[in-house]
């Protein structure tokens, strides 16, 4: 329905900007005035329809550590698609953001980005420099260099997460305070739109 309701608005604003295309184009000065009226409207509209929509549908979110190198890197910039997860939950592999409680005084939460390893039913497990899940181990060619921890086997039960960055030995995260709670998740981090020479799809 949302969906829909997007189209609509999109086709109303195209037929708007159509609109005063083709009145400035005429040569009567009503015509024009007309077409200027229709401009503003328009541009009024897009800002709007900008500026409501995009929360809804992305979140912003900046790396402000080094926990998921080699993958992202302090400063990127990303964009988390937050519909992604509407008719499904996480899947093993995807880098989320979320959010957490902050470990700094007078801050509520922090935004975490983080790559899910365990979803509901997985045990995972930290060994001999590695994750294994139910009992398989891991090949994770986006991991920087090999954990130096072992993390006893974790349940990952029904509404959780087990999320570990991809700098394994440099992370706060479920190795150290468990599994997430999925209503923490804000979307999926799926485009990197700063630097602009790194821009694109992370995976």
């Given at each position: 329905?949302?969906?829909?309701?997007?189209?609509v608005l999109a086709v109303l604003l195209l037929i708007l900007y159509g609109v005063y295309r083709a009145l400035m184009q005429s040569q009567s000065p009503a015509a024009r005035m007309i077409g200027r009226i229709a401009g503003s409207a328009f541009a009024v509209l897009a800002c709007g329809l900008a500026l409501v929509v995009?929360?809804?549908?992305?979140d912003t979110a900046v790396v402000t550590s080094d926990s998921m190198k080699p993958?992202?890197?302090?400063?990127?910039?990303?964009?988390?698609?937050?519909?992604?997860?509407?008719?499904h939950g996480p899947a093993r592999g995807d880098i989320i953001t979320f959010r957490f409680p902050s470990r700094t005084p007078g801050v509520g939460e922090d935004i975490m980005i983080k790559r899910v390893i365990g979803v509901a039913g997985d045990v995972i497990e930290v060994k001999d420099g590695a994750a294994y899940r139910n009992g398989t181990r891991l090949d994770e060619g986006y991991v920087r260099a090999p954990m130096e921890y072992v993390m006893p086997p974790v349940v990952v039960t029904e509404g959780k997460?087990?999320?570990?960055?991809d700098n394994r030995n440099e992370s706060d995260d479920g190795h150290v305070w468990g599994v997430l709670d999925r209503?923490?998740?804000?979307?999926?981090?799926?485009t990197r739109i700063w630097p602009l020479s790194s821009m694109g799809s992370v995976k």
């Open positions: 329905m949302f969906v829909l309701q997007l189209l995009r929360p809804m549908i992305f993958t992202l890197r302090v400063g990127d910039r990303l964009l988390a698609a937050k519909l992604a997860y509407k008719h997460l087990l999320v570990l960055g209503r923490r998740v804000i979307g999926r981090a799926a």
